[in-house]
């Protein structure tokens, strides 16, 4: 069986010589069509479905609304505040394990633009785990830095030449 193409203006059909078993791509379009018309509702649908969870979310009193004026309520609170001269040990305070940050203000005692400064922030559970926070060796510094500690009992051990404060808030 040999076959031939037959160009039309409107369509392309494949017929055999005896003109049987044709075929056209019309069907082809029809079936491109469907598919595409499916695809088509399918995505109006979802969007449909996002707009209205979307509204209702913001109408009905969404989660996302409730934790932006919790955060808004919340400050920085002074957990802990020590002030002093020279190497000294703070008396226990304690963290909740929020969010926390450490401030503090150094200057030394000497006008030749040297002096050494360093925190460490001890956990009382094991006091071979303190770290240290800040560690200077300048005349004058006044900085904060984020404080990832557990829940838990700490107490701060500062060694200086020169007086210093130091300051542990957590955000609440």
């Avoid at 000497?110 to 460490?120: A, K, M, Q, S, T």
């Amino acid at each position: 069986m040999r076959s031939t193409r037959i160009r039309d203006s409107k369509m392309l059909q494949f017929r055999n010589l005896d003109g049987m078993n044709s075929r056209s791509l019309t069907s082809k379009g029809r079936f491109l069509r469907k598919a595409l018309l499916g695809t088509s509702l399918f995505m109006l649908s979802s969007l449909i479905l996002l707009f209205v969870s979307s509204c209702f979310n913001s109408s009905g009193g969404s989660s996302n609304s409730n934790r932006e004026s919790a955060d808004k309520a919340k400050s920085w609170q002074v957990v802990y505040s020590f002030s002093g001269v020279g190497e000294k040990k703070s008396p226990v305070f304690e963290l909740t394990g929020t969010t926390s940050r450490f401030k503090y203000d150094y200057t030394a005692d000497n006008e030749y633009g040297g002096g050494v400064f360093g925190v460490f922030v001890v956990n009382t559970m094991d006091e071979s785990d303190g770290l240290v926070e800040v560690m200077v060796d300048t005349y004058s510094e006044k900085s904060e830095s984020a404080l990832y500690r557990e829940k838990g009992k700490y107490y701060f051990h500062v060694v200086a030449v020169g007086k210093w404060t130091v300051t542990v808030e957590e955000f609440k």
